[in-house]
C-alpha cells in the first residue's frame, strides 16, 4: 500500500485539516515568519504564492500518524514513512556553511533512529541564496556544508536523496524531508552531468542530490523528481530566456520520467500524469507566461503551485519539481 499521498487545497480550514489524523504533513506557503503553529506537522515556506487561487500543500497518510519532536527535528510517521522538518536560525553560527553542516548532521542520524534510515526526498529553502558570502555566492557555502556532512555519514552517490534547493524570504534556513525504512532507487538523467558530478567551477564541493527517486510501496511505485532546470551537462542554458528555459526544464523531466518507466516499471508515461508539480519562479512577472505555457504543454489536469523565489544559479529563471504517486 502507498503510505500517502498529496492534494492542493484551500488553505480555509486549516484547524480542520489537524484535527485529521490521517494528515502526514502540512505545507503552507508564503508565510515569512511562521506560522507559529507547534503541530509538528505544519510547516511555512518562505515562498510567496504566484497566482490568484492561494493552496496548501496536504499529504495525506493512508493510516493515522504519530507526531512529535525529537531534537532539532519536528516529525511525523506512519508505519513505512517519516516526515521531518527544521529550521536554522544562521545567527547562531559563524557562517552559512557551518549552520548547513551542523544543521544537517544533527537530523541526519534522527531518521535512522526512528527506523527510517532512507532518505528520499529532502527541500531545501535558503536564504538570500544568491547573496555573497566573503567572495563566494551563498548557494555554494551551502553546498559545502552539506556535501561536509553527508561525507561524515557515508552516504554513497547512489544513495542521495532526490531535492529541492531553492532561495527563500524567511531569514532562516528551512529543511524538510521525506524518509523511509527501505531505500529508493536513484535515477539520473543522460542529458545532465549528475549534480554530486558538478565540476568546481559551481562550488568546491557539489550539490548532494540525485535527479529523481523511485520508491516501491507494494505494487505502486513514486517518483520523487528534484528541482529541474535548464541545464544540459552541466551548463545552464537560454540565458534570458524564461519559456526556453521551461521547455529545457519539461524536457529534462520527460527524460526522467521515461527513465523511470522504462528501466524501474513506474507507471507513468507523459508529464501530464504527474500527481503534482511545483513551479519556482525567479521574476514574479514572468509568472503569468509560465502558467500559459504549463496548461498548453501538460494540460489542465497536473495540480500545480507556482511560487516566487531565487535559484541556485543567478542565471536560471525557472525550475520545477514533480512528484508519481501512482
Ligand atoms: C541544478 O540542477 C539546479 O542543491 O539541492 C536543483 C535541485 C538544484 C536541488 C540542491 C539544486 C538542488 O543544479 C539546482
Redesign the pocket.
Known amino acids: 500500500m502507498q503510505p500517502f499521498s498529496t492534494i492542493f487545497t484551500s488553505p480555509t480550514n486549516i484547524g480542520e485539516l489537524l484535527d485529521d489524523r490521517n494528515v502526514l504533513a502540512l505545507i503552507e506557503f508564503g508565510n515569512v515568519d511562521g506560522n507559529g503553529e507547534t503541530d509538528p506537522r505544519r510547516i511555512a515556506v518562505g515562498l510567496p504564492q504566484l497566482g490568484s487561487t492561494p493552496l496548501v500543500e496536504v499529504w495525506k497518510s493512508t493510516t493515522p500518524v504519530e507526531s512529535g519532536i525529537r531534537g532539532p527535528v519536528s516529525y511525523s510517521k506512519n508505519d513505512q514513512v517519516l516526515f521531518g522538518q527544521l529550521s536554522v536560525d544562521e545567527g547562531d553560527f559563524p557562517s552559512l556553511e557551518e549552520a548547513t553542516r551542523r544543521a544537517y548532521e544533527s537530523f541526519l542520524p534522527v531518521a535512522g533512529e526512528m527506523g527510517f534510515p532512507n532518505y528520499l526526498r529532502?527541500w531545501?529553502y535558503i536564504p538570500d541564496i544568491n547573496g555573497d558570502d566573503n567572495g563566494v555566492e551563498r548557494?555554494k557555502r551551502?553546498?559545502s556544508g552539506?556535501h561536509a556532512s553527508l561525507e561524515k555519514f557515508v552516504f554513497p552517490e547512489h544513495q542521495l536523496p532526490?531535492?529541492?534547493?531553492?532561495g527563500s524570504a524567511s531569514s532562516k534556513l528551512l529543511i524538510y524531508y521525506l524518509a523511509a525504512r527501505d531505500a529508493g532507487i536513484q535515477v539520473e538523467n543522460p542529458r545532465?552531468v549528475s549534480?554530486f558530478h558538478?565540476p568546481p567551477q559551481?562550488g568546491p564541493k557539489s550539490?548532494?542530490?540525485s535527479?529523481a527517486m523511485v520508491k516501491e510501496w507494494g505494487v505502486k511505485k513514486h517518483l520523487y523528481i528534484?528541482?529541474?532546470?535548464s541545464?544540459i551537462g552541466h551548463e545552464s542554458r537560454h540565458g534570458d530566456n524564461v519559456l526556453p528555459q521551461l521547455t529545457e526544464s519539461l524536457r529534462n523531466m520527460r527524460t526522467l520520467v521515461h527513465r523511470a518507466e522504462s528501466q524501474h516499471g513506474v507507471a507513468i508515461h507523459t508529464l501530464a500524469e504527474l500527481s503534482q508539480l511545483k513551479v519556482y519562479v525567479r521574476h514574479e512577472q514572468e509568472h503569468g507566461a509560465i502558467r500559459h505555457h504549463i496548461h498548453e504543454h501538460l494540460g489542465d489536469d497536473v495540480p500545480v503551485i507556482y511560487l516566487g523565489g531565487d535559484?541556485?544559479?543567478e542565471n536560471?529563471l525557472v525550475?520545477v519539481?514533480g512528484f508519481y504517486a501512482g
Do not use: D
Request: glycine share 6%; hydrophobic share 40%; aromatic share 16%.
Open positions: 529532502i531545501n548557494y551551502f553546498c552539506r532526490a531535492a529541492s534547493g531553492v545532465q549534480a558538478y559551481y550539490p548532494a542530490f535527479r528534484s528541482g529541474t532546470a541545464i535559484l541556485c544559479r536560471l525550475e519539481e
